[in-house]
């Protein structure tokens, strides 16, 4: 019965109290109604599936002990301390406040700051935490863990490795997120999806020579919602790989039809996101909207972001064919994420794309040296390079100095619907604008 008991209130692997203990004791606290502030340290360790991943669950289980024997010696020996599953933990801090919460939550970051070994590795690990507080952030464990979890959440967008307190504003952005995805679930099926196009242009002729297809979502009561919102709720929830497939046979379908209503012949980008790349049916998919939409395979090319490096064996053999079938690649907002100039040598993309963040510098200084860095860099390993984001006949002067060839952004046009886009190739040429900022938030 002992035995029993144990296994029912304990976790095996840690010996600390489990999920069901925390759900007991939180039942004491609550019905005490007690005056007395109660601090919920929730605690998620940072990229554990990668360590999973790549160095097997073995290690993994290594590092949840060692997790485990840290927490125990950074806290008072009174402190209740519960592993909730996985790799989340939570720590009940009885009258507390704001201050005190604060000081514990720095206290067990600073415990982490020193790698764990295991067997012959010496692995850094780092934490993210949300704090809730009881009564004020919620009087049930569902809603405290809830409002915790929220705000560990916010660390983690924030750069992980630090803790967040939950608060209203908070709350709102959830609320905010929840309804974003739950009405996404529909939105292609209710035909709420549509894409947008900019054109490339060789910027010391001004001809448009391509397009990138951009992902736009109106709702019928939310309006129109920006990509920097919904993109990153459908790439958690793993929505994004039916909407990218359908994003796919679109881009391909419509560049397709204007070929053959007689319009120049342009290369479509395409963006994709790693768990489209990364899923088994990426290269099957590819090859069956280019058979079905009949597309050229020359005059499609897809848009990855910097994060397939942190899986290059799978990535290069994913990119190597791709390119047995004709279809051109690149790299998106090169410069902010998992360079690497070793692998990226060996990487075979076509086209490195220079994030917009380094384009807007150059209106503060004009010779600007990471651009013309990377500029070069692109150039001597053959590769194409497109600046996005160009807002100013400055920035558009400077990238023509420093050798760049294509560019795109809101001095040339902002990403309109098919039917202008179709009057705006019919051009051939643009008349950039003297200056056009984009708006926040708009991709």
């Known amino acids: 019965m002992a035995e029993l008991r144990y296994s029912a209130y304990y976790d095996s692997l840690t010996g600390l109290a489990n999920r069901v203990s925390f759900i007991g ?19 998620d360790l940072d990229r554990f599936k990668l360590i999973n991943d790549t ?32 790799d989340e933990f939570v720590i009940t801090l009885p009258h507390a406040t704001e201050r005190t919460a604060a000081e514990t939550a720095k206290q067990i970051l600073a415990s982490f700051e020193k790698p764990f070994p295991v067997r012959s590795h010496e692995i850094n690990v780092t934490t993210s935490i949300g704090i809730s507080l009881f009564p004020g952030h919620g009087t049930t464990s569902e809603d405290l863990l ?3 979890d929220a705000a ?7 750069g992980k490795n630090i803790f967040s307190f939950y608060n209203a504003e908070l709350n709102k952005n959830m609320m905010r997120k929840m309804d974003i995805e739950n009405h996404l679930v529909k939105a292609l099926e209710l035909n709420q999806l549509s894409l947008f196009y900019q054109p490339k242009v060789n910027l010391e002729t001004q001809e448009i020579v391509g397009m990138e297809a951009l992902l736009r979502w109106k709702h019928p009561e939310m309006g129109w919602i920006s990509p920097a919102e919904f993109i990153p709720v459908a ?9 990218g497939k359908w994003v796919l046979e679109e881009a391909c379908r419509q560049n397709k039809l204007w070929q053959d209503q007689g319009l ?15 899923s088994g049916k990426f290269i099957k998919n590819v090859k069956s909207i280019l058979m079905d939409t009949q597309l050229p395979p020359q005059f499609l090319e897809l848009e990855i972001t910097e994060s397939i490096m942190q899986n290059i064996a799978e990535s290069t053999e994913v990119l190597e ?7 051109k690649t690149s790299i998106d907002d090169f410069g902010t994420g998992y360079s690497s100039l070793h692998v990226l040598q060996k990487l075979p993309i076509d086209t490195l794309k220079i994030d917009k963040a380094f384009i807007d510098e150059l209106d503060q200084n004009c010779k600007q040296p990471m651009v013309k860095a990377i500029i070069d860099l692109a150039l001597n390993l053959g590769l194409n390079i497109v600046a996005e984001g160009i807002e100013s006949a400055n920035q558009m002067e400077s990238l023509i100095e420093m050798g760049c060839p294509v560019g795109q952004g809101y001095l040339f046009s902002r990403p309109i619907d098919s039917l202008e886009f179709e009057k705006l190739i019919g051009l051939s040429t643009l008349t950039p604008e003297t200056d056009a900022k984009q708006p926040a938030g708009s991709s």
């Open 25 to 43: 004791d939180m039942k004491i606290i609550i019905e005490e109604k007690t005056e007395e502030q109660v601090a919920f340290l929730l605690i």
């Open 55 to 86: 160095l097997g669950h073995h290690i993994g289980d290594e590092i949840l002990k060692k997790t485990a024997i840290r927490l125990k010696n950074s806290l008072p020996a009174t402190t209740e301390i519960y592993r909730l599953g996985g």
């Open 146 to 148: 809830k409002n915790a």
């Open 152 to 158: 560990m959440y916010l660390s983690k967008e924030k």
């Open 235 to 243: 790439e958690e929830t793993g929505q994004i790989v039916p909407i």
């Open 264 to 278: 120049p012949s342009l290369k479509v980008s395409v963006n994709v996101s790693v768990l489209q790349f990364q």
């Open 321 to 327: 064919q791709l390119g047995k079938l004709g279809v």
